[in-house]
């Protein structure tokens, strides 16, 4: 009985336990929904810490920006007559409304239901308490409505002031800052007409104590500067400054532009004394132009009741509450003002149009009180002074992007981007270029253009933001960026093309003029380390520092930095640097950063880049008419990249691209350079940033290779290097670039660099009847081609080559062409492609049965192509159907279709009758070795094989069919043009076959004219 007992006691304490919990959970739950929290624009609490309205005169629901969405004024929510469903009715459900632990100070100069009071204040506002235990919660509405809100008896939004304008401003904040708050109104003597909070929330608040019983001071101090900040992460600091009648003071002036140490643009109503001030360099007081927009809403000085100012330069917003007139010298007053970039931004876009400066001014004084503030501007930059500088994804995000590059075509808003962890290919920029956030170089440069005391910078710009007409004696441009977290290592380092960005601390701006032109920006996230190395190789280049705020105990024992922060540059030799220095993360990438002094009189392509690459260069740059490309040197050539080019799906020109860059022939190597391929900077400064990445170089070299979406050479009996047509320049047959014996400097060599070599993200099947080193295999087949994948992750890239080269390429060891097939004519086809087409090649290769020497595709790729499953296994039909037709298309606009055609060797057909002709319905002509069997055919109409005479000229190279390997075959009429993989001989009807066929005019015209001269009808 004594244990039953005990069991029951147990179960009952238990129990009750689980209920105290379950009442504290709900408690918890209650007391969360009922804060006071700023709201939403919707009225929701999602994080909204800050929240400022601006209604516009005749406006019923006015602009909200809130703290997590300040990108762009939004419309209101709901009409402000409504209580629900917008921000400022839910966060003040209970001050108009009864809640237990929620309590409120309320002040206005007009109060609630009496209209006629006299006060000595002009401030409008509540300061909102949650008094449940254990709960630090609390909010201060800022605003100019007169009468609003009433305490305690519902809301009502006052109609009559929907004819005028508006500001509402909430600030979240823990109670701590309540005090602040009240020390600054105590100056600013405002009408408290509402106060239920309880002493026991405001115990050792000895300012909040006089303010809720009005002790106003009557002696000094008569100014006041309070600084609180914002609940939420990232806190936001705001400043308060108030003045009592006693101070005699103008706040405008005497407060705020004294305390800023900033020229100010003001948006208030005015009297006719007080004036636009622009007296003293950098301190003006410029009056905004009246009307102006807030977004699409219209509002003017007669009807808008708010007074707010922006600091120029940013980051900071005012509101105040005296209007900018003579009398407020003799009235109290206050201007509560925030240091955040997204809200400055809002309102600065309203503050775009400025009244001229008022000048007594002769012209001469005026001049030189311009070249005086352009001085002392200039001056004050160079020695004025996230969470990390880490490069960013291409959304913004932080996801290991240790280099992003970002290619702006001309007229583009938001380029082509490539970051480290997806370069693969080009994709769309995030955003654009005039919004910070939400994409990658306007988050890395968000403590460059906002001020953040552990993130500084040096800045560097031939053009310095705000003074476009300053001369120097180099062109380069960028930001070296430093966290000064303690035991932190964490550096970043911007390279660009951009006259005037960024602006140091002054908010985000994009030069809207420059969407018009072409631009690169290149981000690389490195350790501090590396930053003397940068900084030796910028000594040379002699760079316009414009600002430079990191501290000295960051950059110990760095020489180099420290002449570079001082302007110190060498005027003695050695007048050449050249310094490596390596990414941060893994695998670290090697930058090498080449620079010369205007002493060297190098030319920084040739006698720089080149000499140290010691291979050829591939040049995208503006250019005169002195320099020239330059092939004097096997292998040390200088090509020029015609222009236009496409990055990506977006179009460039050099009339337009102010880009300079170049790519190493063969790769891996890209560069960015400062200085334009012309003669003139022999005697210029200059630097180029070389990063040996294979992804990068990449995606510049297709660039550079004229968005060759086919290609193919025609290599005559005799003859090292063919002749070759691409896809956008296949007019006429050109001479091959480099020898076939060299990979580097010709097309195909490119093209097969990761199937001659290792790449972690080019994967590719090849096939061939003759597999290298293996000469005497017997097989079904005469085909040979390489499937070629790129396996990184959201990237569709393929190519197929079809060629006639027997044990070619040799898979994974190194390029060899093989030098005995140089005697004979061969050609070779490449077809840029996406991967969805690759299981039709796959169904037709099965016909073909070819023999498949090397294949490392990973099945993630073919999921689903159940042929290329089959040819990769070898798995061969052996029953009916004996012929496939496949259709495929190339890559790119505009596609072109090419037809494969192919037949087993059961079914008995010879290809050129029975398949290529019955297909095509139409004569061909047929270039191919052939036996004493076959002859032409002229039987039926408009469906002759006729045979083309040997020799023949592939332009002027000469070809014959004794020396020649080739099998083809154009229409007639056209535009087909057709690789077939065994000869026009009787035995092919008991072989595998397959034929290439390409249906474009271009291809089919430079084949056609080889094929003028054919044998007559037998």
Known sequence: ???????????????????????????????????????????????????????????????????????????????????????????????????????????????????????????????????????DAASWIVHTVPGFPAAKTGYSWPVAENAKGHLLICLTISESQINAIAASLLRAEPLVHYNDIPETETVGMQYFKKLSDGQFPTVPPYLSRQSIKTAGQPAVTVNVYSKSA??????????????????????????????????????????????????????????????????????????????????????????????????????????????????????????????????????????????????????????????????????????KIIVSNNAGAWEDGAQVLTTRQG???????????????????????????????????????????????????????????????????????????????????????????????????????????????????????????????????PTVPPYLSRQSIKTAGQPAVTVNVYSKSASSRYEIYKRVIVKAFKKSIKVWSRRD??????????ERNIRLIKSPAPVSDHNTNLDADLTNWAVSDPGNIFCLIDRPYAKNQTVQSAMAVCIDQADIFARFNDIAAQGAFRAILYKAPGQIRGKIIVSNSAGAWTDGNGDLTQQGGQSFGGTLEHVVQNHDQIKFLA?????????????????????????????????????????????????????????????????????????????????????VHYNDIPETETVGMQYFKKLSDGQFPTVPPYLSRQSIKTAAQAAVTVNVYSKSASSRYEIYKRVIVKALKKSIKVWSRRDNKLKGDCRVVERNIRLIKSPARVDNHDTNLDADLTNWAVSDPGNIFCLIDKPYAKNQTVQSAMAVCIDQADIFARFNDIAAQVENCP
């Open 1 to 135: 009985m004594i244990l039953i007992s005990s069991d029951k006691s147990q179960t009952q304490e238990k129990m009750q336990n689980h209920l105290q919990l379950l009442v504290h959970f709900i408690l918890i739950l209650f007391s969360q929904s009922q804060n006071p929290k700023c709201q939403a624009n919707n009225g929701g609490a999602e994080g909204a810490f800050r929240a400022i309205l601006y209604k516009a005169p005749g406006q019923t629901r006015g602009k909200i920006i809130v703290s997590n969405n300040a990108g762009a004024w939004e419309d209101g929510a709901q009409v402000l007559t409504t209580r629900q469903g917008q921000s400022f009715g839910v966060t003040l459900q209970h001050v108009v409304e009864n809640h237990n632990e929620i309590k409120f100070l309320a002040y206005n100069n007009v109060p609630p239901g009496m209209p006629n009071v006299k006060t000595k204040s002009n401030s409008k506002g509540v300061i909102i308490v949650q008094t449940t235990q254990n709960t």
């Open 246 to 415: 006693s101070s005699r003071y103008e706040i405008y002036k005497r407060v705020i532009v004294k305390a800023f140490k900033k020229t100010i643009k003001v948006w208030s109503r005015r009297d006719n004394k007080l004036k636009g001030d622009c007296r003293v360099v950098e301190r003006n007081i410029r009056l905004i132009k009246s009307p102006a927009p807030v977004s699409d809403h219209n509002t003017n000085l007669d009807a808008d009741l708010t007074n707010w100012a922006v600091s120029d330069p940013g980051n900071i917003f005012c509101l105040i509450d005296r209007p900018y007139a003579k009398n407020q010298t003799v009235q109290s007053a206050m201007a509560v003002c925030i240091d955040q970039a997204d809200i400055f931004a809002r309102f600065n876009d309203i503050a775009a149009q400025v009244e001229d400066c008022p000048s007594d001014k002769s012209q001469t004084q005026e001049k030189m009180q311009n070249h005086l503030q352009l001085l002392v501007h200039f001056i004050l930059i160079l020695f004025s002074q996230s969470q990390n500088p880490k490069c960013q994804a291409n959304n913004g995000g932080a996801e290991g992007a240790f280099r992003a590059i970002l290619y702006k075509a001309p007229g583009q808003t938001r380029g």
């Open 439 to 569: 994409q990658s170089f306007g988050v890395t440069l968000q403590h460059v253009v906002e001020n953040h005391n552990e993130i500084k910078f040096l800045a560097y710009n031939n053009v310095p933001p705000g003074m476009p007409n300053v001369k120097t004696k180099s062109n380069s441009k960028g930001v070296i960026i430093v966290q000064t977290t303690q035991n932190t290592d964490a550096a970043s380092w911007i390279v660009h093309t951009v006259p005037g960005f960024p602006a140091a601390k002054t908010g985000y701006s994009w030069p809207v003029a420059e969407n018009a032109k072409g631009h690169l920006l290149i981000c690389l996230t490195i350790s501090k380390s590396q930053i003397n190395a940068i900084a030796a190789s910028l000594l040379r280049a002699e760079p316009l520092v414009h600002y430079n705020d990191i501290p000295e105990t960051e950059t110990v024992g760095m020489q180099y930095f420290k002449k570079l922060s001082d302007g110190q540059f």
């Open 625 to 634: 008419n002195k320099l020239k490309g330059d092939c004097r040197v096997v």
């Open 767 to 851: 096939y061939n009847n003759v597999p290298p080193g293996m000469p005497n295999v017997k097989t079904k087949s005469n085909s040979k081609g390489v499937i070629i994948v790129r396996t990184t992750p959201n990237t569709d890239a393929a190519s197929w080559i079809v060629h006639t080269v027997p044990g070619f390429p040799a898979a994974k060891t190194g390029y060899s062409w093989p030098v005995a097939e140089n005697a004979k004519g061969h050609i070779l086809i490449c077809l840029t492609i996406s991967e969805s087409q690759i299981n039709a090649i796959a169904a037709s290769l099965l016909r073909a049965e070819p023999l």
